[in-house]
Each structure stands twice: as structure tokens, then as C-alpha cells.
């Protein structure tokens, strides 16, 4: 059994966790409420433009056309890994890491092994992982601090360069893993193609589904500021719903911990409780036994 002293600072140690575990699950469920509300207010929109800019795409003709839906041999790729600055935040960056690895290893291994594979790091935690174990791939880190300022022109940089770098043929294809918020206690990593725009797949027989859009003052001039403008729509979506779902992965984890601080302290009260009563159990039987040694010798 442990000795008084050692159960009491252990006590003490939790107790001092708890409240910093319960002040981080407030500051990020304040955070979350505020990160909520911005990708919610904005995914209907940024998914209706998405099904429209894969509509126009899919339906352009004649001598009208866009580099971002121009299909070609993926020889050169970008990868964009899309984590968080900070931990605790429980399974929230493993989860995205994993999917990456997942493509890197599998999908883009024989483009990693040829040298012609590009990592872009958003976040912290993608950066010290990546930097330590996939020393052969050209990692970029630009942009890694991206989430100190999530306004549309700072992201639209980073989006811009990426369509820069594809119409280039700098890269073949471009694909983006987040997370996927869904709620507080739910977080999907996802794995995004960004560029080449996915083509709408109409199936034979069914061309009347076309959509039939009305161009003015003229289909090139306005496809030419629309495209890209939606495609940094969507790319700042991405990193919002990751910015809301870091949040809410880490209110959901720091109240796990709290309840679990809550847990070892009943545990420890009983330890404490038990030492105690043992240690007084000691002292008695040594009263006794020394009473008992003063009447024998007299």
C-alpha cells in the first residue's frame, strides 16, 4: 500500500489535470461553435458551385475548354495533407497521417519511387511526421502555418498555386486529405482529387440530363474568372471543415480525459482512504502491543 504522502500528491497531480483538461474542452467547444457555423454556413454553397463546375466542365464543347478538367497520364503528383498545428486532440491527426500514407504507399508509391511525388504540408503535426520518415519525398512547407489566418485571399494563395503549377504541367493531378466534419463526436479523413476538376458520368441514354447553362456576356470570358474562382472555394472548404473538425475532435477528447481524471480520483480517494485506515490500524497495535508490555513487566 502506498504511503500517505505519495497518494496525496497523486491526488493533487490529478486534480491540477483535471482543470486544465476541463479549461481546454471550454476554450475549444467556444472555438468549435464559431468554426461550426463557418463551414456550415458555407458548405451548401461550395457544394452546389462544386456540382456546377463539374456540370460545366463535363459539358463544354466545341472550342470552348479548361486546363482544370483536362484529363492527362498522372507522371507528376501533389499531395496536400491538411492537419492541425497542436495536439491533444485524441485519433484527429493519426487518422488524417494514415490516409495519407495510405495513398503515398499505395496509389503514388511507384510516382514516389521515381522522384516525381510532392507533398504540400498544411499544419504542424503532417510536417513532423513526414519530415521524419519520408526523407525522399519532396515535402513543401510553405505553407504549413496556413491555419494563423484562414481569410479567403490568404487561402486563395495557396489554391492559386496549385492551379498555377497544374496548367503548368508541374503536376499531373492534385489531391487534398482533410477531415470531414460531421459533428463534435465525428470526424471522416477524406481524400479529395482537386485537380483535375471529376467529370459528371452521364450514363448512355441519359444526355437530356444535361444541364443547359446560359452564358453572358460570353462563355470564355466569364469561364475563365469562374473556374478558378470556385476552385478556391472549394479548396477553402476543405480547410475549414478541418479547422472545425480539430475542434471539435479536441473538446470531444479533453471531456474523455476530464471524465477519466474524474475516475482516478475515486480510485485514489479509496487508496488514500485505505493508507489512511491502515496507518491508524498500525498505530493502535502498537499502543496495544507497548500497554500490553508495560503490564507484563510489572
Do not use: W
Not at 504522502?5 to 475549444?28: D, H, L
Not at 504507399?105 to 519530415?131: M, Q
Not at 444526355?207 to 477553402?236: C, H, M, R, V
Not at 479533453?254 to 498500525?282: F, G, V
Amino acid at each position: 500500500m502506498a504511503n500517505l504522502k505519495e497518494v496525496r500528491e497523486r491526488i493533487s497531480s490529478v486534480r491540477n489535470t483535471q482543470q486544465i483538461t476541463k479549461a481546454m474542452k471550454m476554450v475549444s467547444a467556444a472555438k468549435l461553435r464559431r468554426a461550426q457555423t463557418a463551414i456550415q454556413q458555407m458548405r451548401p454553397y461550395a457544394d452546389k458551385l462544386g456540382e456546377m463546375l463539374r456540370n460545366i466542365l463535363s459539358n463544354l464543347e466545341g472550342d470552348v475548354s479548361s486546363s482544370f478538367g483536362v484529363e492527362r497520364p498522372v507522371e507528376k503528383a501533389c499531395l496536400v495533407v491538411v492537419t492541425s498545428n497542436r495536439g491533444l486532440c485524441g485519433a484527429f491527426n493519426s487518422s488524417i497521417i494514415k490516409a495519407a500514407v495510405n495513398l503515398v504507399e499505395g496509389k503514388y508509391a511507384e510516382h514516389r519511387a521515381k522522384g516525381n511525388l510532392s507533398i504540400l504540408l498544411i499544419g504542424k503535426k503532417g510536417k513532423e511526421y513526414f519530415a521524419k520518415r519520408y526523407a525522399d519525398i519532396n515535402l513543401i512547407t510553405e505553407y504549413m502555418m496556413l491555419f494563423d489566418d484562414l481569410s479567403f485571399d490568404n487561402v486563395a494563395e495557396v489554391s492559386k498555386g496549385l492551379m498555377d503549377a497544374f496548367t503548368e504541367g508541374k503536376y499531373d493531378a492534385v489531391q487534398v486529405v482533410y477531415s470531414q466534419f460531421k459533428n463534435a463526436a465525428t470526424q471522416i479523413p477524406t481524400a479529395q482529387q482537386f485537380l483535375p476538376v471529376e467529370k459528371i458520368e452521364v450514363e448512355e441514354g441519359e444526355a437530356n440530363l444535361k444541364a443547359d447553362y446560359i452564358f453572358e456576356p460570353s462563355k470564355e470570358g466569364l469561364l475563365e474568372y469562374l473556374i478558378p474562382s470556385i476552385l478556391q472555394t472549394q479548396f477553402q472548404r476543405y480547410l475549414l471543415d478541418t479547422h472545425a473538425a480539430e475542434h471539435g475532435a479536441r473538446m470531444t477528447a479533453m471531456d474523455k480525459a476530464s471524465e477519466n481524471a474524474e475516475e482516478l480520483l475515486r480510485d485514489l480517494k479509496i487508496s488514500y482512504n485505505k493508507a489512511r485506515q491502515e496507518a491508524i490500524t498500525n498505530e493502535i497495535l502498537e499502543i496495544v502491543g507497548g500497554a500490553a508490555a508495560l503490564e507484563a513487566g510489572n
